[in-house]
């Protein structure tokens, strides 16, 4: 008697495992594990190895869960019978089997994972022959595990999550940072272009004398657009650094200096990470902005687009 009560205790634990187990592994992701692995987790490591098969997992686990309570159930029935055995089998299976094990395994699933892997491995051999045959047809019906994919918003309440709750793992300029990194490509220029009223610009057929650099220097822009308003026609970029030295002998006009060549026009439609590649390819930080019929809109710089990434004022030139 002692000795089937000793194997009906044993039972229930390989059940109770078996259950927690199921619970656990597959609430972890198969994204999840390959993330942590190239983070060099030795546990994820264990783990991936057998859960990446996981129909052949699934079906070894409830295999083995189901067994124990089979096995379990005759030797109770040795013991006693009737309702006192029905009665202390649904008390054993639900508190041990289910509700214990379902409660503590997810928590440290990885961990008991890895710690239980050698158990995993040997019901994997055991029971190979027969779960071998129904993984292969759940592959084949219901295919692999698909891999878990978030979208920006998504992934952006995961950051505020952890943020909030992570004690630490995020701060607060980290998380600003990335949402304003995940959010920044679905802006398009004219969300954050500074429009034709604000710009400082400079007619093409004006003269360079004293006056005008005075001006320009008040105003204090690297970059100045120079635009044609009565021909609607963008001329070019005017580079205060080109100023320097310029005889003012009143025939020296501003379209003489103007770089027409390395020019970024674009349309206010473009999608600011598109409009950041172009800058950060052809090493120019600012973008003249073109409405459907090409008229000059406004200007986009480098620091405008840097503003909507980090979420806030940059106390820099804006041109």
């Not at 508190?95 to 158990?119: K, T």
């Not at 429009?195 to 001006?215: A, G, S």
């Not at 009565?230 to 003489?256: C, F, R, S, W």
Request: aromatic fraction near 8%; charged fraction near 20%.
């Amino acid at each position: 008697m002692w000795f089937n009560l000793v194997i009906v205790v044993l039972l229930v634990i390989l059940s109770g495992t078996f259950a927690g187990l199921t619970l656990a592994l597959f609430s972890i992701k198969l994204t999840t594990l390959e993330r942590k692995i190239h983070l060099g987790d030795q546990n994820a490591l264990k783990v991936y190895k057998f859960r990446k098969n996981s129909n052949l997992l699934l079906c070894t686990l409830l295999l083995g869960n189901v067994a124990s309570y089979t096995i379990m159930a005759v030797f109770l029935g040795s013991i006693t019978s009737g309702v006192i055995a029905a009665t202390i089998a649904t008390a054993l299976i639900f508190i041990f089997g289910e509700i214990l094990p379902q409660a503590i395994f997810p928590r440290y699933a990885l961990q008991m994972g890895a710690n239980l892997s050698w158990l995993v491995w040997i019901s994997l051999v055991i029971f190979y022959p027969i779960t071998a045959p129904i993984a292969w047809i759940l592959d084949k019906l219901i295919g692999k595990e698909p891999p878990v994919l978030w979208d920006k918003k998504e992934l952006g309440e995961i950051i505020k999550y952890h943020k909030d709750v992570g004690d630490g793992i995020i701060d607060k300029d980290e998380e600003r940072i990335i949402l304003g990194a995940l959010s920044f490509s679905e802006l398009k220029v004219a969300d954050i272009m500074i429009p034709l009223k604000n710009v400082f610009f400079q007619e093409p057929h004006v003269t360079i004398n004293k006056e005008v650099l005075e001006v320009i220097k008040q105003k204090g822009f690297s970059r100045i657009p120079i635009y044609n308003s009565n021909q609607h026609k963008i001329k070019g970029i005017l580079y205060a650094k080109d100023l320097i030295g310029v005889p003012l002998t009143n025939k020296t006009m501003i379209e003489d200096l103007c770089s027409k060549n390395r020019l970024i026009v674009v349309k206010e439609s473009m999608k600011l990470d598109n409009l950041l590649n172009l800058m950060v390819n052809r090493k120019l930080h600012m973008a003249l902005v073109i409405d459907e019929i090409s008229s000059f809109r406004g200007i986009a710089t480098m620091e405008d687009i840097m503003e909507e990434i980090l979420k806030m004022e940059l106390e820099d030139i804006k041109q």
